[in-house]
């Protein structure tokens, strides 16, 4: 069988100082394969410099594209832009910083040949191997913000949070024209589109370390993350889901 194409996906706001070696070391690992790829920088309309430089990084490669949100959307309205202009078989979003790294995506595709629609990273599974971990308050944080997840909308994964996640384009195709969430739990509401629709989802353990430099503020983000599981539940009452 013959390697299927592959889409990375890359979500960016304000990303001058990170994105460019980011680029390069998935560039350098995707050079090294035998299949066809593709890498898709989706700019949250940044007020910085990150597609200047994400450009520069690119080397004229036909295979890269830097595409710009008009206003600033949110990771979730970025990675659903990025999953539908991708043209690939496979199409996996990643972080800009490589929490988890990008050499670990044959493992994914891999897994996908496999039947399943949807292949995410996880910390919180035997084998994952944690470099570098959260402050305490955030790990207390997100197991707690599993936990409701696993009652109200997706039952049995353990981590729904990575920033590594692939999709076979016909789950993708499925799930993300459907995606209503912009912001936070956006990934959440792909897991719940992908069971409802009967995909199989295989939680993968990953090298992770966490990012000194992330945005997201637990304490003032985390009402966003929790009411968005509400309104998740509510959107599937009001029939907003149907394929």
């Not at 994964?157 to 920033?163: A, E, F, S, W």
């Amino acid at each position: 069988m013959t390697q299927p194409l592959l889409s990375i996906i890359i979500p960016a706001y304000n990303e001058e100082k990170r994105i460019r070696p980011t680029l390069e070391r998935v560039f350098a690992f995707l050079d090294a394969q035998d299949y066809a790829w593709e890498v898709i920088v989706v700019d949250d309309c940044s007020s910085d410099k990150t597609i200047e430089v994400a450009s520069g990084a690119s080397q004229g490669r036909a295979n890269f594209r830097v595409l710009r949100n008009e206003v600033n959307s949110g990771k979730g309205a970025s990675v659903r832009r990025g999953m539908l202009e991708a043209k690939s078989g496979l199409l996996l979003f990643s972080d800009a910083d490589l929490s988890t790294p990008i050499e670990e995506v044959n493992r994914f595709i891999e897994k996908a040949r496999e039947g399943f629609g949807v292949v995410i990273g996880s910390r919180a599974i035997r084998g994952a191997n944690i470099v570098t971990h959260q402050p305490i308050y955030r790990r207390l944080m997100g197991k707690t913000f599993n936990k409701i997840v696993r009652v109200m909308l997706v039952r049995g994964i353990k981590d729904t949070q990575c920033g590594f996640k692939m999709f076979t384009r016909e789950a993708a195709q499925k799930i993300f024209p459907l995606q209503r969430i912009d912001r936070f739990a956006f990934d959440v509401e792909a897991l719940f589109l992908a069971r409802k629709f009967g995909f199989k989802i295989h939680e993968m353990p990953v090298t992770w370390k966490d990012s000194p430099l992330t945005r997201i503020s637990t304490f003032r983000d985390s009402f966003s993350m929790f009411a968005a599981l509400f309104t998740i539940r509510l959107n599937n009452l009001r029939g907003l889901y149907r394929a």
